[in-house]
């Protein structure tokens, strides 16, 4: 395309250029860069991952328990991105396998490889001490059976009320369908969403 | 019904559409754990076992949006181009799922249209300059650049067409049926005008050596201009190609679909295959297509 730069490409190009600028600003307004879906593990930060992941959905399909899904337009400019619900099915950290799949089959870094299974950062659980079962006068530890590192994610205080260690807590989720009470007690906040964001979504 | 010719047997035509189908069996089958041939969609696949492959302008987007190459990426972006430089724009009429879909609407589009023509009434035919879509791929290049967002990647009709019959289905249909309206209005207008992936293969197979061959016995015959009416991408193939006397198609909108060779009822005239790109140019043809030069 060795068009002369005529007024009509000159004009073709500020065209482009400006509509760059206000395409951006409209899409700086829709898309907030906050977290509120559960990304696979070794995701990085909100923003960078929704700009290094290409969208193929090759870690969906890689997924062993079938934990991730493909996001609709319903999730707005996530569009594409794999994420997890772990009240259908939550990740089990690839049990009998030697890596993490989801992390192996990605081509572009969007997820990033972890050392090891502490050091994954998907977010962390929350607790509704209203309605756990340990909080309210019964024996419960289903979480702690679920949850791949008890005692460390899951404690239980001398009055066996469970409470969760934010720093150790990876955001697996497996918890959650361990969870005995209805509605569950525990949910997931991803990593980098709000406090209050995960309160309007529990809401 | 009589329409347009369609020649005994369109063998290029159902050559492209069965591959494009069989490539996305492929893919819908990578989606189960037993087929690990072809795993992934349109924007990055992986090919029987670990050869990345990647949608350039979906790997172009990321590195832009992401400011970071990872290896895989790479990989599988100079594989494709390397792959596409050889072969020419050929994905839009071999691969892509949304190309088939389109060719459907269009020939669809062809009868309805001689319908309305029969009854005196007409369609509408809004012709898109094909310029376009080289701005839309500056423009999505750029506004990757700006948003830190694959703009594209996320919007494009293809990648939700491949998403929707490979994962599930989502209210993004819309811009699928966007897209519908956009070719009814316009014949191709979609793959002639706007797709920024179709302006990047025309790109990268500029210089293709496989391409369609005009043999020099076009001397003296009447021009039909069946390879002309029956080109998806538009290109004018008697008064820009054969008249001045061109050795091959080399126009860079060409899918190489072989529509035109599938359509000559000449047979022999037009030939999809690999030229030697020094093949010397033909003597213009004589304008006046009646009389015999001998």
Known sequence: MSAPLTRRTFGLAAATLAGAVSARWLVGNIHSGEARLLRPPGAKSETEFLSSCIRCGQCVEACPPQALLLATLAEGLSLGTPYSRPEIQPCDLCRGHDTLECIRVCPTGALSPVEKHQDIDMGEAVLDTEICFAWNGVTCRSCWHACPFPNQAIVFDELARATIDEESCIGCGLCIPACLTDPKSLTIRPKGATTLAAQAKED | ?294
Not at chain 2, 31 to 60: E, N, Y
Request: proline share 9%; with cysteine.
């Open chain 2, 1 to 294: 019904m009589q329409t347009r010719n369609k020649g005994p047997l369109r063998k290029w035509t159902w050559l492209h559409r069965l591959t494009t189908v069989l490539f996305l069996l492929a893919l819908v089958l990578g989606r189960q754990a037993w087929f690990p041939w072809f795993k992934g969609s349109l924007g990055a696949t992986q090919l029987v076992g670990s050869i990345p492959f990647a949608d350039p302008l979906a790997a172009l987007e990321v590195i832009l949006a992401s400011h970071s190459v990872a290896q895989p990426l790479l990989t599988g972006l100079a594989l494709v181009v390397l792959l596409y430089a050889f072969l020419g724009r050929v994905f839009c009429a071999w691969l892509c799922p949304l190309g088939l879909l389109l060719e459907v609407v269009h020939s669809l589009r062809d009868r309805v249209q001689g319908h309305f023509r029969r009854r005196g009434k007409r369609f509408p035919d809004i012709h898109l300059p094909k310029e376009i879509k080289y701005w839309l791929l500056a423009f999505f290049l750029l506004l990757a650049l700006l948003t830190s967002l694959p703009v594209f990647t996320i919007l494009s009709p293809i990648h939700i067409l491949a998403w929707l019959l490979i994962f599930r289905m989502g209210p993004e249909i819309i811009v699928l049926g966007l897209i519908l309206i956009v070719d009814t209005l316009s014949p191709r207008g979609f793959c002639r005008s706007l797709c920024p992936l179709g302006a990047l293969h025309s790109l990268i197979g500029r210089f293709s050596p496989l391409r369609i061959k005009i043999s020099p016995e076009t001397r003296g015959r009447l021009y039909c201009h069946q390879c002309t009416i029956h080109c998806p991408m538009g290109i004018d193939l008697v008064e820009d190609h054969i008249l001045p006397g061109k050795p091959t198609v080399q126009d860079p909108e060409c899918t190489r679909c072989g529509a035109c060779v599938d359509v000559c009822p000449a047979g022999h005239i037009l030939k999809l295959c690999f030229v030697n790109p020094h093949t010397p140019t033909r003597a213009p043809d004589p304008q006046t297509s009646g009389k015999s030069p001998s």
